[in-house]
């Protein structure tokens, strides 16, 4: 677009709807409402439970059933919608016709990358603290000597933890640009070579 300044020249000024577009979509609070939500609720609606257990029953196997049902819920409302909505990354295990397991971690490169700034700090706490608050939960069960619950509070850890794991490579993988040939000798030094991990044993 061209206008003509104060001292009579034209100038060419170009405007750039895109980064405005970009710009505004990514100042937007919320844009995901109902992930957002659910990415809290599974995971919070868990922790709440866990607590208040022997409040609303007294049957340890309702009290199991519940809480892991809330977090598998959460392990696939996580793994599967509010990882590729609010941050645009994603992870999955595929067997090829060998049979061998492959890990695969995404993440979405470029403009259109979904979700906000503030959907994806709220991701990121979630998948912080959560795992964090399990914990706690181990601790506080291992040494209060309540060994039934104890297998409760390591599936919730563990559930917690892989969606980290996974989406913690995801962002990684999309920082890193190490090749795959170098991770893999890597990988082959240290199990060769377990000194190098545990120190000379």
Known sequence: ??????SGEIVDVSLDFVAEEDRARRTRIIRHPLATFFHLFF????IIAYLCCDWFSRSFVMCFLMVITLLSCDFWSVKNVTGRLLVGLRWWNQIDEDGRSH?????????NRSGTEAEAQIFWLGLIVCP???????????FSFKMKWLALVV????????????????????QETLPKSASQYLGQQFIQKPDIIFGIL
């Open 103 to 111: 890990w695969m971690f995404e993440a979405k490169k470029g403009r």
């Open 43 to 46: 995971r919070v609606s868990a």
């Open 132 to 142: 964090l608050v399990w914990t706690t939960f181990f601790f506080t069960t291992l």
């Open 1 to 6: 677009m061209a206008e003509q300044s104060l």
């Open 155 to 174: 599936a919730g850890f563990s559930l917690q933890a892989a969606n980290l794991y996974g989406y913690l490579r995801c962002k990684a993988g999309e």
